[in-house]
């Protein structure tokens, strides 16, 4: 199954974008790359999903190379209650295949 | 609408213990999901419902882990002679569709923490 590469962690001020990127350089053509984030304590939540092209949602915008061997999620404003693990996912039929994702701190 | 539930939240048991996990996916949803998270690393699959069929049951690490779904709905995740290596947070996860990567969402609950002394 394809891997994807994240940062160990990231550090954004409150208010400010958050890039968060990902690598996928063995992505198949049928992938789809997914993120999900897991704040402490919960189960993790969906956040974004594209094929091809970029997309946006209410929570954050997902752009996807045109090579597609690498995607970045955006939060716009970050808040202290975006502080979560985000977890970057190559998504076929089933499960999900999470990695150690990234851990984002907010700082006021 | 309520979400995924699971319980208990924690469990402590004896190395040696069966214990029984619960999870009530949202009404209606067809697909339902285990995995299993050690501490600092993401969750890892366990097995996948599609209604109450297993259709993959190729991460459970052992034979003492079982699972099961009997009506379609609620699930429970059996793990038999309990080892300290099952220490983990065990989540449950429903989707409303069959499996899909282009349009599956899913819905994860609280997890159970289970510690095994």
């Known amino acids: 199954d394809a891997k994807t590469t994240q940062p160990n962690s990231m550090e954004s001020n409150e208010e400010e974008p958050v890039h968060l990127p990902c690598n996928h350089s063995?992505?198949?053509?049928?992938?789809?790359i997914h993120w999900y984030r897991q704040l402490p304590s919960q189960g993790p939540e969906y956040v974004i999903h594209?094929?091809?092209s970029n997309v946006n949602n209410r929570m954050a915008s997902l752009a996807i190379a045109e090579d597609r061997k690498s995607s970045t999620l955006i939060l716009h404003r970050a808040t202290l209650r975006d502080a979560a693990v985000y977890y970057c996912?190559?998504?076929?039929?089933?499960?999900?295949?999470f990695g150690a994702g990234t851990q984002v701190v907010v700082t006021p | 609408g309520a979400g995924v539930s699971q319980s208990p939240r924690y469990k402590v048991a004896k190395r040696g213990q069966d214990v029984a996990l619960r999870c009530d996916p949202i009404?209606?949803?067809?697909?339902l999901f285990w995995y299993q998270q050690a501490l600092g690393q993401g969750p890892e699959f366990l097995t996948y419902?599609?209604?109450?069929?297993?259709?993959?049951k190729s991460g459970l690490p052992s034979d003492r882990f079982f699972a099961e779904r009997p009506e379609g709905s609620v699930s429970t995740l059996k793990i038999q002679r309990t080892q300290q290596e099952d220490s983990a947070v065990y989540l449950c996860?429903?989707?409303?569709?069959?499996?899909?990567?282009?349009?599956?969402?899913?819905?994860f609950g609280p997890g159970t923490r289970l510690t095994v002394l």
């Open positions: 996860a429903s989707s409303s569709t069959v499996s899909s990567p282009s349009t599956d969402t899913q819905y």
């Open positions: 063995t992505i198949s053509g049928t992938d789809y």
């Open positions: 594209g094929l091809t």
């Open positions: 996912i190559l998504r076929g039929w089933g499960k999900l295949q």
């Open positions: 009404s209606g949803h067809v697909s």
């Open positions: 419902f599609q209604n109450e069929a297993q259709l993959d």
